[in-house]
T-cell receptor, first 112, second 111 residues
């Protein structure tokens, strides 16, 4: 069974730009969660989607948004990038809201 | 927001040594999970503990959940170089099903 895939793996952007990251969950998984990982703050929850609906949201500004498609694939978007948005963005999928989460390898975003 | 404090932040030991890392909070968690993350990869779930006082063993790894469900520890016996990685604990926040992560313990096992 293929694992969680995230594209792209690496991304370099400049301040003020926007970026879209993609996550393909494990086949059959309907829940997708997004996390931001930085050395200073560790792993922080961004949001969770289940069956195309956002179920939970973390404490991030409105510049961070996401969506989920009918095939469970998910995207997250960050607008008006800031230097502090440089991080590893991780996606995790599970069969349901309380199921074990399986993480993808992450997208490393660098904002210059 | 419930916080999880992990200690130590960094740990460097020789192969064959034993070690314990800690995960503490002032809040009660309904369950607590331990993950290991290797460079360039996402975290991988090692274990979930749900009952206060619970002890789970996974080969050379022993996980314990505190009686009050506020803290947990991970003990590794006879560490191997393959144990190197970032160990993260995570708790489910107050029934919201949102996971709160500690900042992790970066373990290096030297040959």
């Amino acid at each position: 069974k293929a694992g969680v895939t995230q594209t792209p793996r690496y991304l370099i952007k400049t301040r003020g730009q926007q970026v879209t990251l993609s996550c393909s969950p494990i086949s059959g998984h309907r829940s997708v969660s997004w996390y931001q990982q930085t050395p200073g703050q560790g792993l922080q929850f961004l949001f969770e989607y289940f069956s195309e609906t956002q179920r939970n949201k973390g404490n991030f500004p409105g510049r961070f948004s996401g969506r989920q498609f009918s095939n469970s694939r998910s995207e997250m978007n960050v607008s008006t990038l800031e230097l502090g948005d440089s991080a590893l963005y991780l996606c995790a999928s599970s069969s349901g809201p309380s199921g074990e989460q399986f993480f993808g390898p992450g997208t490393r975003l660098t904002v210059l | 927001t419930q916080l999880l404090e992990q200690s130590p932040q960094f740990l460097s030991i020789q192969e064959g040594e034993n070690l314990t890392v800690y995960c503490n909070s002032s809040s009660v968690f309904s369950s607590l999970q331990w993950y290991r993350q290797e460079p360039g990869e996402g975290p991988v779930l090692l274990v979930t503990v749900v009952t206060g006082g619970e002890v789970k063993k996974l080969k050379r790894l022993t996980f314990q959940f505190g009686d009050a469900r506020k803290d947990s520890s991970l003990h590794i016996t006879a560490a191997q170089t393959g144990d190197t990685g970032l160990y993260l604990c995570a708790g489910e926040e107050g029934g919201s099903e949102k996971l709160v992560f500690g900042k992790g313990t970066k373990l290096t096992v030297n040959p």
